[in-house]
């Protein structure tokens, strides 16, 4: 994986801005919980820092939960509202997991 990140320095640019509106929030939650700080980088992995992102497992928003695990955490979902794409909401629940 770190080979094909080297490999491809467009794609990592495009993700650091999709990143920049969140970096803030999840830097901050990190410092409140002495987490280490490498955390903030784990979006990159999961969704490429895309709230909106989908997988055919059916995991959902920049932190990727499964909706079983999003429930777990306090992370609401129905017809009108994903707790999984909520930045804030996940963000917390990720760092609570």
């Not at 992102?53 to 017809?79: C, D, I, N």
């Amino acid at each position: 994986q770190q080979n094909w990140y080297l490999k491809h320095p467009k794609y990592m640019d495009r993700v650091s801005k999709r990143a920049a509106p969140f970096l803030f929030l999840i830097v901050e939650e990190l410092e409140k919980r002495n987490l280490p700080m490498e955390l903030a980088l784990l979006p990159i992995v999961e969704s490429a820092f895309d709230p909106f992102a989908y997988s055919h497992g059916r995991a959902a928003g920049m932190w990727q939960f499964v909706p079983e695990t999003g429930k777990r955490f306090g992370l609401r979902q129905s017809w009108w509202y994903d707790g999984r794409r909520d930045v804030l909401a996940s963000t917390q629940a990720a760092l609570d997991y």
